[in-house]
């Protein structure tokens, strides 16, 4: 359905366990900038979040899967955590699940949804016509 008006549906997915955030698209754009910068101030600077904002995040998600996902590099300041392989791991696999369920999402969507959004359509143009 190409529309030049088309809705599109959002849909967000995060892990919990025992009610607690495990993982989400918060945890992957902290880690994905972990990744990148190699630090966790500059990551949560870039996120616009506090230093002890990001660990907590960090601390808990490590304490609820009880695996180290970042290691701190001692005496480098300015590249001072990285991922641990079980912390890429997780980033890698959890973005691939992310982009798959969004796009289920859409299927069923366009599925559920893309016939009566069209006539939806079709009648909205019809009715600017008698205008």
């Known amino acids: 359905?190409?529309?030049?008006?088309?809705?599109?549906?959002?849909?967000?997915?995060?892990?919990?366990?025992?009610?607690?955030?495990?993982?989400?698209?918060?945890?992957?754009?902290?880690?994905?900038?972990?990744?990148?910068?190699?630090?966790?101030?500059?990551?949560?600077?870039?996120?616009?979040?506090?230093?002890?904002?990001?660990?907590?995040?960090?601390?808990?998600t490590e304490e609820r899967l009880?695996?180290?996902?970042?290691k701190r590099q001692q005496g480098n300041r300015k590249k001072g955590t990285i991922l641990t392989p079980v912390g890429k791991e997780l980033l890698h696999q959890y973005s691939i699940f992310q982009k798959e369920a969004?796009?289920?999402?859409?299927?069923?969507?366009?599925?559920h949804l893309g016939e009566l959004l069209i006539h939806l359509n079709q009648h909205n143009d019809s009715e600017r016509c008698i205008d």
């Open 1 to 60: 359905m190409s529309h030049k008006n088309s809705l599109n549906v959002k849909s967000k997915i995060w892990i919990e366990l025992k009610d607690e955030v495990v993982f989400g698209l918060g945890r992957i754009r902290l880690f994905e900038e972990i990744e990148k910068t190699g630090s966790m101030s500059q990551a949560a600077a870039s996120l616009e979040m506090s230093y002890r904002a990001a660990w907590g995040k960090v601390t808990a």
């Open 66 to 70: 009880q695996l180290q996902l970042v």
């Open 102 to 111: 969004q796009n289920s999402v859409d299927e069923l969507f366009e599925k």
